[in-house]
């Protein structure tokens, strides 16, 4: 039994989505979450910002205690995450493999379609991944710049929400997808509106679901799972903790209680005094 928590990180909300799946999956799992919502939306950011981000946030999330850290942040897998991998003694996963994984298994006609970040859909990395286990597959990437501003303040049902989705999405309908892959953990916010648009005949996949389906996987091989929950799930963002929960309980309801603002630099501060004993 480890009690610890296991450590989860988005630009924002998003990756909430994956904290709905730890709580339905592994509820005696309790999640650390940090929320990068002072420099959301990551997607046009560059590769050496992302790498940059991601240290602070992983090294805030190791003082937490953390034991495994999930990266929610599709933008992040698809352009740092090896790197980052290989600069931390903790088991880390991102979104994006499971994410490719799930869409190959769905898949009839292999003719694929994903939705992402613009840095998500530049990298190529949800094609190159899912050519690795259907090497003929026809992957359509379509780049929604508009969609995380839209989602992280809050405006999930409006006319102007709607109208960006079908000017995103109809042009992946006309290339015969049977799989749409959101690339993005802050599209299931949509996935009502986006499900009506693209019909019964497109199977949708959140990588999320994947992603704590290999999450219990490692943590039982890894000796790391819990088999009770030791206290409520955390909330840390950088940015304004009030417009995060607003946005958040429309995901995860009355579990997402308390949320603390945290300065990243100043946390950093802290642990470099105490590694040097001051």
Not at 25 to 50: C, I, N, Q, S
Request: a negative charge.
């Amino acid at each position: 039994m480890n009690s610890r928590p296991i450590g989860v990180y988005d630009s924002g909300v998003g990756g909430l989505t994956v904290v709905r799946e730890i709580s339905s999956k592994l509820p005696w799992e309790r999640v650390v979450y940090f929320g990068d919502t002072a420099r959301v939306p990551y997607g046009e950011k560059t590769a050496r910002d992302l790498l940059g981000f991601s240290r602070e946030i992983i090294e805030f999330l190791i003082g937490q205690d953390s034991k495994y850290i999930i990266a929610a942040c599709n933008t992040t897998a698809s352009q740092v995450l090896d790197d980052v991998k290989k600069e931390f003694d903790i088991p880390i996963i991102g979104v994006l493999r499971p994410g490719a994984y799930a869409a190959s298994r769905a898949t009839r006609t292999g003719r694929i379609g994903v939705i992402a970040t613009v840095g998500t859909t530049r990298s190529a990395a949800y094609e190159k991944t899912i050519k690795e286990y259907v090497p003929d597959a026809k992957v359509f990437n379509v780049a929604c710049p508009e969609l995380v501003p839209l989602i992280e303040r809050g405006d999930l049902n409006s006319a102007e929400t709607i109208r960006v989705l079908h000017y995103y999405l109809d042009p992946l309908m006309e290339e015969d997808i049977d799989v749409l892959v959101l690339g993005c953990t802050h599209y299931p916010y949509l996935i009502e509106h986006i499900a009506r648009i693209t019909g019964p005949h497109v199977e949708i996949v959140d990588p999320a679901t994947e992603t704590v389906t290999a999450t219990a996987a490692a943590l039982q091989e890894l000796g790391l799972q819990s088999q009770e929950k030791s206290g409520q799930h955390e909330f840390a963002v950088s940015g304004d903790p009030m417009r995060f929960a607003t946005v958040g309980r429309k995901l995860l309801g009355d579990s997402l209680t308390g949320v603390r603002q945290v300065n990243l630099s100043d946390e950093r501060a802290k642990m470099s005094a105490g590694n040097r004993g001051i």
